[in-house]
């Protein structure tokens, strides 16, 4: 899942961007509404996390323009006020679901989580395919019954594969949804991710390499 958080107190942004890629999730950052805007006019994004108080553009006119632009990515309006008129207000420019702080972190998780599962087409909160099963709320993996124990990346790379049920994922589509935008593209970090996810998957293998193309599960 890719997330962009957007909030202008840095050490808040940058807390809930660790939390958030420990959760396996691809999160890039913004510091004012205006960063927000230039990230989102060349990303896709599944969800964004967006203080309502921003400098440069204020957080209701970038919900308003992303709304306007008719984007896919569902928008989490953080704000300081958990007053009924703001809600109703920041749900009313547009956003998907509104958050008060201070707020607890394994509720913003769960409702980032939710968002990402609302920004494509339904499916079960718990992904099976192949004898895999896989629970994105708690983190984990089995494969036939037996328990696989993955790093961060290989969880969203076989999240993906998962969500595609079937379906051939890029090279390109895995980077964007599982890494953030400081890797390179021409990087092999998805090759190597690939053979220690097939390897701790065990036998018989069941991600196949598609070539010149991707992979599918």
């Known amino acids: ?22 959760e396996a999730m691809a999160v890039d950052v913004a510091y004012d509404g205006g960063g927000a805007l230039e990230r989102t006019s060349y990303i896709d994004y599944d969800v964004i996390v967006l203080d309502r108080d921003l400098p440069v553009v204020h957080g209701d006119e970038v919900c308003r323009r992303l709304v306007e632009q008719r984007s896919a990515s569902r928008i989490l309006m953080l704000t300081a006020s958990g007053d009924v008129d703001d809600k109703v207000e920041g749900l009313g420019l547009g956003a998907d679901d509104y958050l008060a702080k201070p707020f607890v972190f394994i509720e913003l998780v769960a409702r980032v989580r939710a968002l990402g599962r609302r920004s494509a ?6 992904l099976e395919r192949a004898g895999i099963r896989l629970d994105p709320g708690k983190r984990l993996v089995e494969r036939d ?18 969500r595609a049920e079937g379906a051939v994922v890029s090279q390109e589509d ?21 053979m220690t996810l097939r390897k701790k998957l065990g036998d018989p293998q069941v991600i196949e390499t598609v070539p010149g193309v991707g992979y599918k599960l």
Do not use: S, Y
């Open 174 to 194: 895995l980077l964007d949804k599982a890494w953030d935008e400081n890797i390179d593209p021409f990087t092999n970090v998805v090759r190597v991710t690939m």
């Open 145 to 162: 019954g037996r328990e696989v124990t993955l790093t961060k990346k290989e969880f969203a790379v076989l999240e993906e594969l998962l």
């Open 121 to 126: 087409p339904a499916l079960p909160p718990v």
């Open 1 to 22: 899942m890719r997330v962009l958080v957007v909030e202008d107190e840095r050490v808040l942004a940058d807390a809930i961007a660790t939390g958030l890629r420990r």
